[in-house]
Antibody, heavy 115, light 110 residues
Framework: QVQLQESGPGLVKPSETLSLTCTVS????????WSWIRQPPGKGLEWIGY???????NYNPSLKSRVTISVDTSKNQFSLKLSSVTAADTAVYYC?????????WGQGTLVTVSS | QSALTQPASVSGSPGQSITISCTGT?????????VSWYQQHPGKAPKLMIY???NRPSGVSNRFSGSKSGNTASLTISGLQAEDEADYYC??????????FGTGTKVTVV
């Protein structure tokens, strides 16, 4: 079955760019939407954005100026970049299949923003 | 976009039914039949329980059901079981072609 795995640095300095990759295994990245969702410690879920395998993307308006989601079909991966991070961006970041996370989801990866 | 409004907590006894509300606006919940519900146990990734207001993915118990009236969607859990104790989130498509989550509800089985 399809499985997703997030990877990337667990610690990012303030004002720098957070970069995460989601690797899809057990199935093709083609013909689907893929999304990023985050959850600050002890808080609720926040939809970050989605990308279609063809490359078209849409983002949360509150993050749009800082977010870029891209896809690499040759590697069966899609990625998240969030620039100018602050402590408020500390969260567990999840990748998921579907524009709204219909599933499956990755296990999530904690990214802490701290100097 | 503002988060959809859910009650912070709902509780019930084993075997009872509970309902969680999710209130938005005509630009999200009220405008589209694209409301989803997720269950999240501590330390785990969310799991889709309902999509498109009232549809259950394969493998989800029929004790979970969804509905919508106006700007408010609802998730009902019937025959409450200990394993249903978790956080629940709603989500809706919006007029900006984006998605927004609810504030989350902690369900306690007492």
């Amino acid at each position: 079955q399809v499985q997703l795995q997030e990877s990337g640095p667990g610690l990012v300095k303030p004002s720098e760019t957070l970069s995460l990759t989601c690797t899809v295994s057990g199935g093709s990245i083609s013909s689907y939407y893929w999304s990023w969702i985050r959850q600050p410690p002890g808080k609720g879920l926040e939809w970050i954005g989605y990308i279609y395998y063809s490359g078209s993307a849409n983002y949360n308006p509150s993050l749009k100026s800082r977010v870029t989601i891209s896809v690499d079909t040759s590697k069966n991966q899609f990625s998240l970049k969030l620039s100018s991070v602050t402590a408020a961006d500390t969260a567990v970041y999840y990748c998921a299949r579907g524009s709204y996370g219909s599933g499956p989801w990755g296990q999530g990866t904690l990214v802490t923003v701290s100097s | 976009q503002s988060a959809l409004t859910q009650p912070a907590s709902v509780s019930g006894s084993p075997g009872q039914s509970i309902t969680i509300s999710c209130t938005g606006t005509s630009s999200d919940v009220g405008g589209y039949n694209y409301v989803s519900w997720y269950q999240q146990h501590p330390g785990k990734a969310p799991k889709l329980m309902i999509y498109d207001v009232s549809n259950r993915p394969s493998g989800v118990s029929n004790r979970f059901s969804g509905s919508k009236s106006g700007n408010t969607a609802s998730l009902t859990i019937s025959g409450l079981q200990a394993e249903d104790e978790a956080d629940y989130y709603c989500s809706s498509y919006t007029s900006s072609s984006t998605y927004v989550f609810g504030t989350g509800t902690k369900v306690t089985v007492v």
